[in-house]
């Protein structure tokens, strides 16, 4: 952009307008408008089979963490409920 230009439009723009200005020029703004725009597209149409796996998809495994998280809460709410999981059906006598 010319000098010129650049001090037309920092004396012309407010300031909401230079802040707008600066997010359209963002290159992250628009990789996140990307991503939320193909991820709408694959739940209203479905995945394009012609597309290309995207990095860690083929390889991707279930997240030992999330499964650890998930089980922690489930556990935590029966034994809130007064109803704990996995007891043995007689306890062990001593």
Do not use: C
């Amino acid at each position: 952009m010319a000098p010129w230009a650049r001090l037309f439009w920092t004396l012309y723009l407010s300031v909401e307008d230079r802040i707008v200005h600066f997010i359209l020029r963002s290159p992250s703004f628009h990789r996140g408008v990307r991503r939320i725009h193909r991820t709408v597209e694959n739940l209203r149409y479905g995945r394009d089979p012609n597309e290309p796996l995207r990095q860690g998809e083929a390889t991707a495994e279930p997240s030992r963490s999330q499964s650890f998280l998930k089980h922690f809460i489930e556990e935590l709410r029966n034994q809130a409920r007064g109803k704990p999981t996995d007891l043995p059906p007689n306890p062990p006598k001593d």
